[in-house]
């Protein structure tokens, strides 16, 4: 498993916690800075990650696949870009899409988390990454992602 993952899987756990913790009304201090200092290193390990990214091989300029969030009273469609942690998962999803959308030829490629986000960060439309999406709800939204070194 990557560290990446890894470290996905503990913020949930921590949030999970933080969530039961909030339905007692008694916030524990301590968990909030944990699950904030582990969302920093997440933003972080995003930024470095390579990741598995699916195409749309049937289109005449290979489009990257996009989660469009939609809302009814706007035209606009926002986005996330899937981004994927092994070509397992990727393949994983790409399962989903045909059964959901019939279509069957999609492509894989790979991109590091800090150049897919500047690929898209000038559309006003674009939110940020999903990362092991359907299989895995976490989403990180483009303006988290950065390294604190540069």
Sequence with gaps: MSELKELIEKYIELEDQLDDL?????????????????????????YHNEFVIVYNADTEDDEVVALIISDEESDAEEFFIPVYTSE????????????????????????????????????????????????????IFAESVHDCSE
């Design 22 to 46: 909030e339905n007692e009304e008694s916030v524990d201090d301590k968990l909030i800075e944990d699950l904030q200092e582990l969302g920093h290193e997440i933003d972080h390990a995003v």
């Design 88 to 139: 397992e998962e990727a393949k994983k999803a790409i399962e989903t899409f045909v059964e959901e959308s019939g279509e069957a030829d999609f492509a894989l490629d790979k991109a590091v988390g800090s150049d897919i986000v500047e690929a898209y960060s000038e559309d006003e439309e674009f939110l940020g990454l999903a990362v092991d999406a359907p299989q895995c709800d976490f989403v």
